[in-house]
């Protein structure tokens, strides 16, 4: 599993872009999962080419934070 985090300080500088397309050309990363209510990296992902394609209602700790299933184009 890769996480990928930006620090506040550091949004909008490409850094985000940068490590998103290593993951997915070097790793062959082609699916993410992220927070639902977290919508500034939602429409990130979806800018990059992702889209939804599965939503859980629980975290993968169990915990009621709906997760959202998105998968390259």
Sequence with gaps: MI???VHDD???K???KALLQYAMDA???GKV???EQNAQ???FYMHMGFYIVGRSETDPAGKPYSILH????
């Design 3 to 5: 996480r990928l985090f």
């Design 10 to 12: 550091f949004r909008g």
């Design 14 to 16: 490409g850094i985000g």
């Design 27 to 29: 790793l062959h990363a």
């Design 33 to 35: 999962d992220v927070n």
């Design 41 to 43: 990296a939602v429409g």
């Design 70 to 73: 998105l998968a390259l184009k």
